[in-house]
């Protein structure tokens, strides 16, 4: 029981960090109606940090391309049948970093008569908590010019517990809320 207070505010926080919900931003100066086609930049799925083993793997760069490219298919961008014939360039990054947070469990206090505030003793414990967040960005570029026309990113608490399955799932549930707001509407 005893540890099942002490989780509940832990959960609470980082369910609110997990709630942030997609950004995008966009050149106001482009005419998003007149890409068509897509290919991908080199490198394709880029990960920082760069160096950490764990983040870069040859799965988790097919779960993002599978999940990015369904997504651009979805709102009717095509992959370039040529090489060096698309539109746009599309790059991911996923940016994984370590966030911090105070959490306050507040003990005792629970008897007595609440209408006058009569109650009795309580204390209250703060400690730290480190956790991961893992942000997914995604690029297009203009394939003519090089330039940044169209970005896109989500944040989410890290979970080492899902299945391949669930892991798939929720790369393609990621790409689906950042595209969601592609093409933009102003």
């Not at 942030?20 to 005419?31: E, I, Q, V």
């Not at 309580?122 to 394939?143: C, F, N, P, W």
Request: charged share 25%.
């Amino acid at each position: 029981m005893f540890r099942s207070l002490i989780l509940l505010p832990l959960l609470l926080v980082l369910v609110a960090c997990q709630t942030s919900g997609p950004r995008a931003d966009f050149d106001l100066n482009r005419d998003f109606g007149q890409y068509q086609t897509w290919e991908w930049a080199e490198p394709a799925v880029t990960y920082a940090p760069a160096n950490d083993p764990r983040l870069s793997s040859d799965l988790t760069t097919r779960r993002i391309e599978e999940a990015v490219a369904a997504q651009l298919d979805v709102r009717g961008l095509r992959p370039a049948l040529e090489t060096g014939s698309a539109d746009l360039k599309v790059r991911s990054s996923m940016v994984v970093e370590t966030r911090r947070d105070n959490v306050t469990t507040h003990y005792g206090g629970g008897w007595g008569y609440w209408g006058p505030y009569w109650g009795g003793p309580g204390y209250s414990q703060t400690r730290t908590v480190d956790y991961q967040v893992m942000t997914l960005q995604i690029d297009l570029l203009d394939a003519a010019d090089g330039r940044l026309v169209w970005r896109g990113s989500d944040s989410e608490v890290i979970n080492d517990r899902l299945s391949p399955i669930d892991r798939s799932r929720a790369m393609h549930e990621r790409a689906a809320r950042i595209l969601s707001n592609y093409p933009p509407n102003y």
